[in-house]
């Protein structure tokens, strides 16, 4: 192959190296109010009245919205397939908040400063209601977070209880019966914050012929007109969404956060708007990881092999459900599906607390679920004396075994059974176990006040949402050879664009250079889900493969043609006949556009998969542990990754550098901290420490490289795979070093004290 | 409203501000767009110019402080052969993805690059220390900058 698996420059690559104005807010548009929020002080209270007269009496306030001004219709701010598989549970603005932070009016005003002077004279008398505020007290408790009658889809709205399910493959209670060892244990996850470097933000105005344009950081343009299309009232027909380049996501941008207001804005006034989170809003009124409160227990025979699983998730999905259920379903999902297993039982529960709102963050729940498995087989291997490697390589998945748990679990009803059609997890546990001399590195002497230690763990993820996701291409051809690539998928930073282009090029044999790309504007590129799932690659890209092949065939059959031939082939840029006559690309488009047989050259393609093959991890961390002060240091991650073939590696790699250090946060230093009643403590950078350069181990990345039949040209995703496995890692190796077990994130010091006064 | 006169990459400018505005809200009003906002805080680095020479956020600098001083954002070092050549090592190594945090940190490379023609790797991620990113993990721009200084 020529392109594909090559370094390849990003497309976008020259105008962000030089700040070019390619962002949401790089547009500075005339006579343009600015939007500010109205926050909920409170964790749950009911607003008795607003008072606006103050604030509207303000020089330059030219609106001041509240829930008296929107008709009371629920909907999600999930941003996923439609029907929605998240309960429709919220209003644009409501007359009760449930979460410190929660939307109370919103302010449009002639500059950012009076719009914030005016959010302080806005009178607002609340009636305060008991909040709930741990996950664990939220089903028999008597205060109920949506007693109203208008949501749709709450699972058990009178018991708190967002989303449920329940299953069971096999019979759990005899594979226990026949197991020689069963442990379990309690694992608990953090909230934790996307913290995307640009804010969401969003501008809208009314173009020249009335219709709305929404200029967003999105991750999913398509759901977002949609969801303003039916919220606001008007047709999709009447509204452009535009998405330019995007400061990062990682799920975040998955949610229709503020486009509905900023357009409700537009249309009321005819005016451009707006809105954009401050970092802080960015903390308690965004979206973070659901927390989860996992039970696991496993039962092995003698040799370690599986024979049952139960597994048991309650799930924070705070004060609104966005993707409460298809989280904690993709936590099953992933847990139920890494090993071999003929008897498996979960129940999950999703819970409203009043607490900030869970949504969208790479690895979808999985991160959740491999923390609990893969700690305890951790465990499992220290009780049974078996090697943890030798014990996942025998309890592996392997090509040709069915998945049954995908079939059971789809997105929010049944969904498709899949098959597994290539798998290099076994190579990646060997790959990483030469790599850092596993055994050597294992029984090192641990002695003194620092310990040294090392861990692995494994994950497998998913490649796209199957039976859903779905995306199309548009591709045509110009009269130098180049040609434009349309595509409704979304590059949120991960080079989707120039992995796509790749594809293209491939394809049609032409250089990436000729590949021009223009992605996510819903009125000039086709329909596409969104950037989510680890989708675009294998769903974009299959699309972009097929409309490629279509307009080759077209430039061959157009060449022949031309040419007066029914005997061609296709070599360096040219439709090339046996008798050596050849014709180029360039003058056969010119000569369809302009003289011969005329046509323009183009194909469209959508692509939609029943498969969604999953890419494998498996991640080493060598840690350094003090046991004077319980500080964990990471020195080393080594992460080997099977992703199928890989498109671009430059690209490749930096998806798994990227994704280590956010691991490495939920681990060691990242979470979300609230006071008594429910009010975040840290919403900056200082009280919420993310990875710097100055913090980063060493880090290793490395790819087995496989063969994915169902992927375009055997590739599979690399977005979401490597964030799961670094802190089950982490944990392992802390075990390793000094036998302190952790089971909840993040790791603190006082942990790690507590846990080895309990040793001595 | 206020009077203050400074350089703004390399040309004198007299701005009429009032004394709250930080240079962050004056360069973007001003079309200075490789100058984001991230935190407002001075935690996040995407806000990063180079005031005589030292790179500082300038969310957290106020207008009047600028007075006499030199200003440079990336804009005004297109015609720098030398960063030219460190965005195209930032773009060969794959250092850059979502962009948004990519010019904070090539001025704060240009200035420790200014005041040390040779540093080390410790010296570069230090530099690079206060220019958060959550794409990238610091391995690809700073084994760009190391290219950049081994080519030097």
Redesign the interface.
């Known amino acids: 192959m020529k392109y594909i698996g090559k ?1 390849t ?2 497309l ?12 949401t ?2 547009l ?1 548009l005339p006579h343009m109010l600015y939007l500010k929020v109205l926050r909920s002080p409170h964790a749950h209270a009911r607003i008795k009245s607003i008072d606006t007269t103050a604030a509207a009496n303000i020089d330059g306030i030219v609106s001041i919205l509240t829930w008296k001004d929107f008709p009371r219709h629920y909907f999600t701010s999930a941003g996923q397939g439609y029907p929605e598989p998240s309960p429709r549970d919220m209003l644009i603005l409501d007359q009760t908040v449930r979460f410190v932070g929660d939307r109370v009016a919103v302010i449009a005003a002639e500059s950012l400063e009076i719009a914030q002077a005016a959010l302080e004279r806005i009178q607002v008398e609340y009636e305060l209601l008991p909040a709930i505020l741990d996950p664990k007290a939220s089903i028999a408790n008597p205060t109920v977070i949506h007693p109203e009658t208008g949501p749709v889809d709450i699972y058990a709205a009178d018991r708190n209880i967002a989303a449920y399910f329940q299953s069971e493959l096999g019979d759990v209670d005899r594979g226990f019966k026949e197991s020689a060892l069963i442990l379990e244990g309690e694992y608990s996850t953090p909230y934790v914050q ?6 969401h933000i969003t501008l809208t105005w009314l173009d020249a012929n009335g219709r709305l344009v929404i200029r967003s950081s999105t991750q999913v343009p398509f759901h977002v007109r949609r969801i303003v299309s039916e919220l606001l009232v008007i047709p999709v027909g009447q509204i452009q969404v535009i998405k330019p ?4 996501g ?1 799920g975040g941008k998955q949610e229709i956060l503020n486009e509905e207001l900023c357009a409700a804005v537009t249309l009321k006034t005819g005016r451009p708007a707006r809105i ?1 989170m ?2 802080e809003e960015e903390f308690y009124a965004a979206r973070s990881r659901h927390p989860e409160i996992i039970k696991l227990k496993i039962g092995v025979d003698a040799e370690g092999l599986f024979r049952a699983v139960d597994l048991n998730i309650l799930e924070n999905c705070g004060a609104y459900a966005p993707h409460a259920l298809t989280v904690m379903s993709v936590t099953a999902q992933k847990a139920l599906s890494l090993y071999r297993c003929p008897n498996i039982r979960v129940e999950a529960q999703a819970v409203y607390t009043n607490l900030p709102i869970a949504g969208a963050y790479r690895g979808y729940g999985t991160p959740q679920g491999i923390f609990a498995l893969e700690v305890l087989m951790d465990e499992i291997a220290n009780e049974l004396n078996i090697d943890p490697i030798d014990l996942r390589l025998r309890n592996c998945q392997e090509v040709g075994d069915e998945i049954p748990i995908a079939k059971v679990l789809g997105e929010g009803s049944e969904g498709f059974p899949i098959v597994l059609h290539s798998t290099g997890l076994k190579d990646c546990l060997e790959e990483g176990r030469r790599s850092v001399q596993w055994q050597e590195a294992r029984q090192e002497v641990k002695t003194g006040p620092i310990r040294r230690g090392i861990g692995v763990a494994a994950a497998g993820h998913g490649t796209g949402i199957p039976g859903i996701d779905m995306g199309s291409a548009f591709l045509k051809m110009n009269e130098d050879a180049s040609f434009n690539l349309l595509v409704g998928a979304t590059d ?4 989707s664009d120039t992995a796509l282009a790749q594809i293209a090029a491939e394809v049609l044999e032409v250089p990436v250079e000729k590949i021009v790309v223009y992605s996510s504007d819903t009125d000039f590129t086709p329909f596409d889900t969104g950037a989510y799932a680890s989708s675009t690659t294998y769903i974009s890209g299959g699309a972009v493969k097929k409309a490629a092949e279509k307009v080759k065939e077209q430039i061959f059959s157009q060449g022949k043609k031309l040419l007066g031939v029914d005997q061609a082939v296709i070599r360096d840029g040219f439709v090339e006949a046996d008798s050596g006559e050849r014709i180029s690309y360039a003058e056969i488009c010119t000569r369809s556009m302009y003289t011969d047989d005329q046509m323009q050259i183009m194909a469209t393609a959508s692509h939609m998969s029943y498969d969604s093959p999953p890419p494998f991890n498996a991640t080493f961390a060598e840690v350094s542990v003090d046991t004077e002060t319980g500080l964990v240091q990471v020195e080393r991650i080594v992460s080997v990754t099977d992703a199928g073939q890989i498109i671009n590696p ?2 490749a ?2 998806q798994v ?6 691991a490495l946060g939920m681990a060691l230093c990242e979470h979300m901290i609230f006071d008594e009643q429910g009010a975040p403590i840290n919403t ?3 009280g919420y420490h ?7 181990p060493e ?1 290793v ?1 490395k790819f087995h490289e496989g063969h994915e039949p169902t992927g375009p040209y055997g590739a599979k995703a690399v977005a979401e795979i490597p964030i799961s496995a670094p802190a089950p890692a982490v944990v392992n190796a802390i075990y390793n070093a000094c036998g302190v077990r952790i089971r909840k994130l993040p790791i603190q010091p006082e942990d790690i004290l507590r846990g080895l006064a309990q040793l001595s | 409203m206020l009077s203050v006169r400074f350089t703004l990459n390399g040309q004198p400018v007299t701005a009429e501000i009032h004394p709250g505005q930080t240079l962050l809200e004056y360069l ?2 001003t ?1 200075f ?9 001075g ?2 680095g ?1 806000c990063t110019v180079l005031v005589d020479n030292m790179a500082m956020n300038a969310c957290l600098l106020l207008m009047p402080v600028l007075e006499n001083r030199r200003v440079e ?3 005004a070092l ?1 015609s720098d052969a030398e960063l030219a050549e460190l ?2 090592l ?5 250092a ?8 904070g940190m ?1 001025l704060s490379l240009v200035a420790l690059l200014r005041e040390d023609s040779k540093p080390d790797i410790n010296a ?3 530099a ?15 084994s760009a900058a190391e290219r950049f200084i081994l080519c030097r």
Not at chain 2, 33 to 41: A, D, E, L, Q, T
Request: contains cysteine.
């Open positions: 370094k420059h990003r976008d690559g020259f105008a962000l190296s030089r700040g070019r104005p390619v962002f807010d790089d500075h996307q913290a995307h470097l640009e804010p380049r995007i400061g990062g990682f954009e401050t970092r949120l930073g991960t080079g430059p690209m790699e930096g550098e990227g994704a280590i250090p956010q900056d950078f200082t993310i990875y710097t350069a100055a913090d980063m880090i990345v | 973007r009003s079309g767009f490789s100058v984001k906002y991230g935190c407002g805080h935690e996040c995407t954002t990336l804009e297109e965005q195209e930032f773009i060969d190594e794959g850059i993805q979502c962009g948004y945090c990519t010019p090539l570069i991620r230090d690079l220390s206060g220019n958060l990113c959550r794409c990238t993990g610091y391995v690809k721009p700073v």
